[in-house]
Every structure is written in structure tokens, then in C-alpha cells.
């Protein structure tokens, strides 16, 4: 049985990306389907000049219903203690960015990096950076995979093989080729960016949740919920 693996085609997703593209999963039966600090973004000519101004009530341009870009706009929200924000769903970051240049939501949050090169040919004006208590990305499975232990220790193996392998020389010029970003661009994600290899930290589980039911994303979830080990 093949083991169907997806991800974000983006820099955080790299490693999978480069193990796929240097044939490193060929024989161990793994299939790679290509199906974030988070920055606030608005248009070039916002009224909005820092965070502090979407307090008093802003429409969030969202890729999805329940996508990240939902979930940080309200935990944004929570945090800084805004007006509960209404939502407009405008599809993938090109929808996003056309959203808030035709006023049809005054702001979005996406990944920083991601938004770097949409800043340098002035699509939109950086506004902020909201950092969340949780990674990234991580990696989750369906229980029935985790409870079959060999296969999930065995896939979590080679990944940590790609993240070393990744994280050499010709990281900077597989991003940038690969993904077409500027070099100083990838440096600078480099530079704070941590692939991390140990297990699933339960206390870090606990305060995300908290976060999150504040946020009003999740309702009483224990990490018992959330976290099943092979």
C-alpha cells in the first residue's frame, strides 16, 4: 500500500519536496501529494496603517472556511483584543491579494516569506506580523495509520533523512529554483526557520488549544483529543 503524503507546495513543505525530487522515497512506497510568522497584508493605499487600526472592525480576505488564514485572523482577533472580525473568502493568495485591491475584504494573513516577493512589486503594503504558539506546519496522520507503528516510525525515518540532506549546501538554490524565490529572500527564512525532529511537546499542545478555544476555533479538546502516538 502506498503511503499518500500531501503538503503545501512551499518553502516550509521543501525537504518532502527535494526527497521526492532526489528520489528518495522510490522505494519505500511513498506517494507525495502537492495539495507558516503569519503577515497581515492590505492593499497599497489602506487606510490602515498598523495592527492597532483592525480593532475597531476589519473584513478578513480567507482562502477557505476553516483555513489557516481564518484561524490566524481569529486568533489574531483574540490576542490583541480586536472586534470580532467578519470574513470574505477569496480563494488562494492571488484571490487574496485581488480581494483587498478591489476592497472586498480589507486585509489577509498569509506566510511571511510567501508574501515577500507580492511586497516587492507593491501588490499589496506589509502591515504586521502575528506570530501564533504553534509551529508552522505539522505533520498528523488518521489514527488507523498511527496505530500501525512500523509504518509511520519508518516514514517519520526518511523524513528526518530529506530534513539533513535538505538542510545542505544547495538548500538556498533548490528554494530558489525550485519555488522561484529571491536568494536574500530564502536567507532570511533560513535564518529563523527549524525543522524539528523530537516528539510532540504536550505542554506546547496545551497552550495551543487553550489559544485556540479562546479564539473560538476549538471547544473543549484535551491533548488526549489531538495527540495520538504511534
Known sequence: MVLRVGCVPEHFSAPLMYAVDNGMFLDERIELV????????????????????????????ISRKGS???????????????????????????GLIEGVQTSQADAFLWERTTMQRHYSRQQVRYLGTVRPPWPAFSLAALSPLISDHKRVVGFLEWVQKAIEDFMGERRIEYVCERLGYGEEDVKGWLEYVRFSAGEVDCGKIDKVLKALEKAGVVKDLAVSDVVLKP
Do not use: H, I, R
Open 34 to 61: 502537492e495539495c507558516k510568522p503569519w503577515a497581515v497584508s492590505v492593499k497599497q493605499d489602506s487606510k490602515y496603517c498598523s495592527l492597532d487600526d483592525l480593532a475597531f472592525g476589519a473584513t478578513f480576505g
Open 68 to 94: 489557516g488564514s481564518q484561524v490566524m485572523a481569529q486568533y489574531a482577533s483574540s490576542q490583541y483584543e480586536w472586534k470580532e472580525p467578519q470574513f470574505a473568502v477569496l480563494g488562494d493568495v492571488n
